[in-house]
């Protein structure tokens, strides 16, 4: 089964078939891909967009082409390889490259489509996303022709400015216990009370479409107070972390907000697990378009551009780490410590270098770990797990920080457990504070109070600022973030009209959030 | 394509946010860069989304490669691709740079300010002639071959007399067949406007002030370029004598002697005798001085600049530039002797921030 329906020239639709042999070959595992063959400037329309050709309107994905078109015409910039997780899986190959590349893109592709298949955190992901991404972008348009682009713009801003907020976990995890969902007669009891229309009976599922939010209404002051009688205590009951779902259900929203915000939720944890699974994913395309190539693919006029063009992937820098590096690495060092039988405790007991270096048990295990590993794997786990003092000394990793003295970055630490420590950090919740809504009655006035889970970084206030001001747009009560500033609690809090931060002493943040006001 | 309007949508956005900062931009002229013949780029601040990010006191990362601990590495974010660092990302340093027309701008600073248009002087008689590639001719060089109607009436032909096969569609274009590009001369009422600088050098003009009086020059060619389709620039500088001089000398020269501002007069009236007829040219003078001048010369000067620079000119602005060392003593002087003048404007620029009213009152009369 051979999936030739893209666009493809007949040279490489062969190219696509024989690559795709050797792929499965190695036992890799993958929806069927589709490739199309397009010019560097659809290349970077769709880059523009995430990858998808079709999206919501927005001047983000315009800003993002600007700059995607204008390095590439000036030969900054050049994007090889664009996969899109779904099933179909797309992929989208550059006209003006050569043979060689379309082949090492092809191999490429078909270790991110197994990996996309096959890695946990991509199992609930949406696999007809690029459908449901065209029907987001068909709602947006509708909202737009019905009540204008710059309010539906500035709601998507704001809400933009939220997406990061939600719970990475939640797919995985119950969190709260679900309604039962054939008992109906509890919602319809508190809807009634609440709204005084009727609900109708209906599924989960369904819910959303017997029961449109138009219709039911939502939520305004006094139905809240009503509500707050017989809730509990806590509202809500355990802090919750996914903040944007917390809005939705809670936040006085339209039904064309409603709508949109559930939108850029729906995307929002469409992509997390790539940014959750970068290291791994490009680490094991990579090992796997090497492993290919070189003992399938290349002939001997192509290996140089072959050898050129891998090492320039692969090439890192003093202060970035390459995921694609450091992912075929690993992936390398956990085939090779597995094929000799380099693990549990008797290894890890062993104290003497050499022996470590030569050890040697002819256990012949790599292939199947590594497979084991890309299937129940996240990076921070990856990293948790398999990275080594011996790999570290091996790659030379290091740590930096900022030297405030000197005004320059500079190496701190060469150390094993700093290196990994960072690493983590870097890693926890894709890089982002861990916030949560711990009280949205706070003051019992309706106020939204966050937390910030801190963890030995204090956010960016001014940033924090315009923020809590997009979260006013959704809430429209004030709204507080709770944080450490200076390694005191401090409180930042937005009321609709001015910004006030409170601690031991109170700071001025507002100054700087006015301008952009 | 969609991509289009968003993009479309993102420069509305941009030009909205240099609309918001032009008064920055017109004090601070330096942010602008020019290029080439219409473009500027100018920096405009990253318009990102703000959101819950880590701060500073965070950005730190692992690298990879040589050196000792206490090594400096490079700013983070250098390198292309991978892993950004927690909090790394690049802060409100980050510029974006967005090209512009100077059309555009002037159009911006034409609002903003509430320019109003100007209206040249004299009908537009002077005719320029334009080559237009907008016709079809049988000859004509071969880089100049319309390939598409040449192999339509190849294709016609072959057609027409039979030679067409359906299974082998090969089309051989004779020489009957080409078809060639050519031109029109289309005539074009032009307007032909020119500016005038005149600009003290002697000692008592500082840097800072060559700077303002630069910074203002760019802004009124902008807007004079707009509404002439174009303007062409002298510049004449003078301390004791006058003399003209091209653009970067005009900038660039400090002289240290005394300061006649008749002699500029007088260069510049014999520039628009000699050069300039006045009936097919709208004239703008612009002078820009600290106001320091030879006691007696005044009267000189002023004799010059009623009998022979006024009727001239559609504007003379005098634009006096704050400096420690002049005595600033020649805009009182030409304001008691002009003030009444419908084509004379002065102002008085203090500092960088002055530029702004000083554009609005020399451009404000729409002459």
Known sequence: ?517 | MEIQRDNRRFKEIVRGRIKENLRKYITHGEMIGRKGRDLVSIPVPQLDVPKFRFGKNGSGGVGQGDGKVGDPVGQPGDGDGGQGGAGSEPGSGHLLEVDVSLEELAEMLGDELELPRIQPKGSATIEAEKSKYNSIRQTGPESLRHRRRTYLRALRRQISTGNYEVDDPRVVPIRADHQYRSWNEVPLPQVNAVAIYLMDVSGSMTDEQKQIVRTEAFWIDAWLAKQYHGVERRYIIHDAVAKEVDEHTFYHTRESGGTRISSAYKEAAELIARDLPVDQWNIYCFQFSDGDNWGDDNRRAFELLAERILPAVNLFCYGQVESPYGSGDFLDAIEKEFGNHEAVVTSEIADRDGIYESIRTFLGKGR
């Open chain 1, 1 to 517: 089964m051979s999936a030739t329906l893209g666009n493809l020239t007949p040279e490489l639709a062969a190219l696509q078939v024989e690559i795709e042999e050797y792929a499965r070959g190695h036992g890799l595992d993958f929806f069927p891909t589709i490739f199309e063959l397009i010019d560097a400037d659809e290349l970077n329309v769709i880059a523009s967009r995430g990858g998808f050709p079709t999206r919501y309107p927005h001047w983000r994905f315009g800003m993002e082409y600007e700059q995607l078109s204008k390095s590439y015409s000036y030969g900054l910039s050049k994007i090889y390889e664009m996969v899109i997780n779904n099933n179909p899986c797309y992929a989208y190959l550059m006209r003006s490259n050569d043979t060689i590349d379309q082949k090492l893109v092809m191999a490429h592709v078909y270790g991110h489509c197994d990996f996309f298949k096959n890695n946990a955190c991509f199992a609930p992901t949406d696999r007809k996303m690029m459908d449901t991404m065209a029907n987001h972008g068909t709602r947006v348009s509708r909202y737009i022709d019905e009540v204008g682009l710059e309010p539906v713009e500035q709601f998507i801003d704001a809400c933009l400015s939220l997406e990061e907020l939600i719970d990475i976990h939640s797919p995985f995890i119950q969190r709260r216990e679900r309604p039962d969902r054939y008992n109906f007669q509890d919602r319809d009891r508190d809807d009634a009370a609440r709204t005084g229309s009727p609900r109708y009976r209906s599924k989960d599922y369904m819910d959303s479409f017997i029961n449109p939010r138009s219709a039911v209404g939502g939520l305004n002051d006094r139905d809240v107070e009503a509500a707050e009688a017989d809730a509990p205590q806590q509202f809500p009951e355990r802090p919750e972390r996914d903040v944007l779902l917390f809005l939705l259900q809670h936040a006085p929203l339209s039904a064309w907000q409603a709508d949109v915000l559930s939108i850029i939720r729906d995307e929002a944890y469409y992509f997390a697990p790539q940014a959750q699974t970068k290291i791994m994913n490009e680490g094991w395309a990579s090992y796997w378009h090497s492993t290919i190539m070189i003992r399938q693919g290349l002939n001997a006029s192509e290996v140089i551009h072959y050898c050129d063009h891998h090492s320039g992937t692969l090439a890192s820098s003093p202060t970035q780490l390459n995921p694609y590096k450091l992912g075929i690495e690993l992936f390398r060092d956990i085939e090779s410590r597995w094929n000799r039988g380099a693990f549990g405790r008797e290894y890890d007991d062993c104290d003497d270098h050499q022996t470590r270096r030569e050890w040697d048990r002819q256990a012949g295990l790599g292939r199947d770990k590594i497979f084991e590993v890309r299937k129940i794997h996240n990076d921070l786990t990856f990293i948790d797990e398999f990275l080594t003092l011996d790999f570290v000394r091996e790659q030379r990793l290091f740590q930096f920080g900022y030297n405030t003295d000197a005004e320059t970055y500079e190496i701190e630490s060469r150390e094993f457990p700093k290196v990994k420590r960072q690493l983590l950090e870097m890693l926890t919740n894709r890089g982002r504070p861990i916030i949560e809504v711990t009280d949205g009655n706070y003051k019992n006035r309706g106020e939204l109070y966050l937390c910030h889970q801190f963890s030995g970084v204090e956010v960016k206030l001014d940033e924090a600022a315009d923020t809590l001001e997009n979260l006013h747009k959704l809430w429209k009560r004030p709204v507080h973030l709770q944080t450490i500033v200076d390694g005191e609690t401090a409180v930042l809090s937005f009321d609709g009209s001015s910004h006030e931060a409170q601690r031991g002493d109170p700071i001025d943040v507002a100054d700087d959030s006015e301008d952009h006001a």
